[in-house]
């Protein structure tokens, strides 16, 4: 039976209109699997330049601004690999709040 170990921690946080998205993805070294797309968009916007595919590991931090940070922003992750796992998921960071967060993990 096929079984997937990939890992992942994504923190999004929010401070003011300052946004951190720290990143770790991994599937295990000497496998046939590896990361095929990694996506983070925060308010639909897509915020990790570098690509991720062909990657046994893959971390970072990627900073971005906010338009409004009055206002709710909608926050989304998308995380396949080449072995058919996929995970996706949204949440938002709220406004008015001038520290937030949100963690996806697995």
């Known amino acids: 039976m096929w079984r997937c170990d ?9 401070e003011d209109a300052s946004i951190a998205v720290h990143y770790d ?12 797309t990694f996506q983070v968009w925060i308010d639909g916007e897509q915020v990790i330049t570098e690509k991720a595919s062909g990657n046994t590991r ?10 409004d940070d009055t206002k709710d922003t909608p926050v989304a992750f998308e995380l396949t690999s080449t072995q058919g796992f996929e995970a996706t998921d ?17």
Do not use: C, H, N, Q
Request: aromatic content about 12%; glycine content about 10%.
């Open 6 to 14: 990939m890992k992942y921690m994504i923190d999004i946080e929010k």
């Open 58 to 67: 893959f971390f970072g931090t990627a900073y971005t601004k906010l338009r």
């Open 25 to 36: 993805l991994s599937v295990p070294v000497g496998g046939a699997e590896l990361i095929a």
């Open 90 to 106: 949204t949440d938002k960071l709220r406004g008015g709040k001038r520290y937030d967060s949100v963690e996806f993990s697995a």
